[in-house]
């Protein structure tokens, strides 16, 4: 679980083994004890759509009653969010899970045990970031004639990466002949009318940087027959001394 600064917490002691709990319990500890953490809680960063997994130990007599919260509305259980609290003598483990979880649920998470003696709390702060942006698919050389239209597309995930496209390392732009188009998980860089000025290394990068290229190759010029059968020919003519 990936951890970054510490949270707030309130009634820390010292790490207890469960036989010096066991043992203390009877003696030294006594029948009641109000809710207390044993060990700190470190601020998370998470991905999108990763598991958040919270764990928070603590020792209570009698039990406690658990709760918890993000931004002080009360966490329930839900198809993506689970709460379970495991007891070992008096020492308990509370683990708050939340499955595929989403930038909406960053905030602070707050868990609050409660027995007879009293309530403690602890804090900490979830930050929910975009997964890391990679190509499922990515460019392929091509080869056209000049006056085709030709067609780049990569496909992204997650389907929110944004993308820029380049020709020999200058950023594209819109214009008459050139277009981008996204849709979903595909991004597209779409050039009419190609001229041999087109002819170039084109990449298409994402925003950590992540990049793709391939070669595009224009031919010269394309000379139109029809043949005496009524078929069209296309003959590619490389340069004009040929």
Not at 210 to 238: A, D, H, P, R
Request: net charge negative; with cysteine; proline share 2%.
């Amino acid at each position: 679980m990936p951890y970054s600064d510490h949270g707030t917490e309130s009634t820390i002691t010292e790490p207890l083994t469960r036989q010096s709990l066991s043992e203390e319990s009877s003696t030294e500890i006594g029948d009641f004890l109000m809710p207390t953490f044993t060990r700190t809680v470190q601020n998370i960063t998470i991905h999108r759509d990763s598991e958040l997994n919270i764990e928070i130990n603590f020792i209570s007599i009698p039990e406690g009653e658990v709760r918890w919260y993000r931004d002080d509305v009360e966490i329930h259980e839900t198809d993506r969010s689970t709460i379970q609290t495991i007891a070992d003598v008096h020492m308990y483990t509370s683990c708050l899970k939340i499955r595929k979880i989403q930038k909406s649920e960053s905030g602070v998470y707050k868990i609050t045990v409660t027995n007879t003696i009293g309530t403690a709390s602890m804090e900490l702060h979830v930050n929910v970031v975009e997964s890391d942006s990679f190509f499922v698919k990515r460019l392929d050389d091509m080869e056209k004639y000049e006056d085709e239209d030709v067609e780049f597309h990569v496909v992204v995930e997650p389907p929110t990466a944004t993308v820029k496209w380049y020709k020999d390392g200058e950023e594209i732009s819109l214009g008459e002949r050139i277009r981008f188009e996204e849709s979903n998980k595909k991004r597209k860089l779409l050039i009419s009318r190609l001229s041999i000025f087109d002819e170039a290394e084109y990449s298409c990068v994402l925003e950590n940087e992540t990049e793709t290229n391939c070669e595009l190759t224009v031919i010269g010029e394309i000379l139109k027959f029809t043949s005496g059968s009524g078929v069209v020919l296309l003959i590619g003519i490389v340069s004009s001394n040929t």
